[in-house]
């Protein structure tokens, strides 16, 4: 990335080749940010009567003038600022296109124009050096650091299940997409939780998951020197949490909640007590679900809360 552009104030420029070919251009376009930036233009050239208006640097003294009064000096250099956000854009046009021999060179053409302006009306940038953007390293897959993120959590998340993990892209960020559940007591909870990163994954960190009667809390945390740091600001966290009485029946899911440990070993004495087979019953990992809305109503008839 460039260095941060400064005007000094004073007027550079180069040799009169350097002038001929490019001052018209950096006129024209410095021209137009002063008027929309503030409705100001360059001042017109006025003759002298045999003195010449352009110094040995090919800039004119209307346009030294202009640029040394103090107002004006600000629009310049708020026309640098958007100037530096064109050939940055510009930059990342030539990484992506930099396998294209013809695109890469006009797109550095265009930059070096950029930088030819800064130097007309004294504004200092870092040259455009191409090697520091080309790499010889493929680029890798947008989605490598979640999957590491979903290895990381599915490993190391102890405190409740996890039902479902699985990263996505959203948009041009990486995110990651599961869902929590457990027990708490007699009550239930599923959490579906939705991590997006700002920028990327690192790949070093895991989601993490505590529960409360307002919902609990799902955060993104890194592992630093053997412990976890909480790094969830550089991540949009979304998530939402529901609850089922142990014995709840939900009619729009036709399904029931008994808790972990109930379906994973009473799984056979269900079947036996209902006189069904697994045909007709689907065993999640604390709810029942079944098409048959009767069989999800004599099952709740059946259990029993202390």
């Not at 001052?23 to 002298?48: A, C, H, N, V, W």
């Amino acid at each position: 990335m460039p260095k941060q552009i400064t005007t000094n104030g004073k007027v550079k420029g180069g040799t009169d080749a350097y002038h001929n070919q490019y001052l018209d251009t950096g006129s024209i376009l410095l021209d137009g940010f002063m008027q929309r930036l503030g409705g100001k233009s360059l001042p017109e050239e006025t003759d002298t009567g045999g003195d010449s208006d352009v110094d040995k640097h090919g800039i004119s003294k209307a346009e030294k003038k202009f640029l040394q009064m103090d107002e004006n000096h600000k629009i310049v250099e708020k026309s640098a600022l958007h100037l530096e956000d064109l050939r940055n854009d510009l930059m990342s046009v030539y990484q992506e296109c930099s396998s294209d021999e013809r695109a890469a060179r006009n797109v550095e053409k265009v930059i070096r124009k950029v930088e030819k302006i800064f130097g007309i009306y004294g504004i200092k940038c870092e040259p455009f050096d191409p090697l520091k953007l080309l790499s010889g390293l493929k680029s890798g897959d947008l989605l490598e650091n979640s999957e590491k993120v979903v290895a990381n959590t599915i490993k190391h998340y102890k405190l409740f299940g996890i039902s479902a993990i699985k990263s996505f892209m959203n948009k041009k960020s990486p995110g990651i997409r599961m869902r929590f559940f457990g027990q708490y007591g007699q009550t239930g909870f599923e959490v579906d939780a939705a991590i997006v990163a700002k920028n990327d994954f690192n790949g070093n960190e895991a989601i993490d998951y505590v529960y409360s009667e307002e919902g609990g809390l799902v955060t993104v945390k890194a592992r630093s020197a053997g412990s976890w740091m909480d790094v969830t600001e550089d991540y949009i966290v979304e998530f939402n949490t529901k609850r089922y009485k142990l014995g709840q029946s939900d009619e729009n899911l036709h399904s029931i909640f008994l808790g972990e440990k109930i379906i994973a070993e009473g799984k056979e004495q269900i079947l036996k007590v209902l006189n069904t087979n697994s045909e007709n019953l689907t065993f999640g990992k604390c709810r029942v679900f079944s098409k048959d809305k009767k069989i999800i109503e004599d099952l709740a008839k059946l259990v029993k809360v202390n």
